[in-house]
C-alpha cells in the first residue's frame, strides 16, 4: 500500500522560506513521478510543481517560478520543494502526489495523473 506523508508546513512571515518534504513508501521510490500542488481556502487545488522519476526534468508553475524548486534524493526517497520569497498568496494546504510507469523524463502537472496523495500540510505566509 502505497503512503506519502509530507512535513515541513507551517507559519511564515511574507519574505521567509520553508522547506517542504515528502516521504512515499510502498513502492520503489526511484521511479516515481513526483509533484507538489496547492489548495486555498475556497479555490481549486493547482499544480505548483514536478520532477520526472529521472530526477532530470522538472516543471513550474508561473506563479511559483524562480522562487520555488522541486528536488528528490532518490537515497532518502524524500521529494522536496524549497519555497523562497514566500508571499500571502502562497498561502494553502500543500499536497504532494506520486504516480509510477510514466516514461522516466515526463514531468506529469496533470491532477489527473497522479494515483497517489498524501494527506497535505499546512503552509500560512503573513504579511
Known amino acids: 500500500q502505497v503512503q506519502l506523508v509530507e512535513s515541513g508546513g507551517g507559519l511564515v512571515q511574507a519574505g521567509g522560506s520553508l522547506r517542504l518534504s515528502c516521504a512515499p513508501s510502498?513502492?520503489?521510490?526511484?521511479?516515481?513521478?513526483m509533484g507538489w500542488f496547492r489548495q486555498a481556502h475556497g479555490k481549486e487545488r493547482e499544480f505548483v510543481a514536478a520532477?520526472?522519476?529521472?530526477?532530470?526534468?522538472?516543471y513550474y508553475a508561473d506563479s511559483v517560478k524562480g522562487r520555488f524548486t522541486i528536488s528528490r534524493d532518490n537515497a532518502k526517497n524524500t521529494v522536496y520543494l524549497q519555497m523562497n520569497s514566500l508571499k500571502p498568496e502562497d498561502t494553502a494546504v500543500y499536497y504532494c502526489?506520486?504516480?509510477?510507469?510514466?516514461?522516466?523524463?515526463?514531468?506529469?502537472?496533470?491532477?489527473?495523473?497522479?494515483?497517489?496523495w498524501g494527506q497535505g500540510t499546512q503552509v500560512t505566509v503573513s504579511s
Open positions: 502526489a506520486a504516480h509510477w510507469d510514466y516514461y522516466r523524463h515526463y514531468v506529469p502537472r496533470g491532477r489527473s495523473e497522479y494515483a497517489y
Open positions: 510502498g513502492r520503489t521510490f526511484s521511479t516515481a513521478s
Open positions: 520532477i520526472s522519476w529521472s530526477g532530470g526534468h522538472t
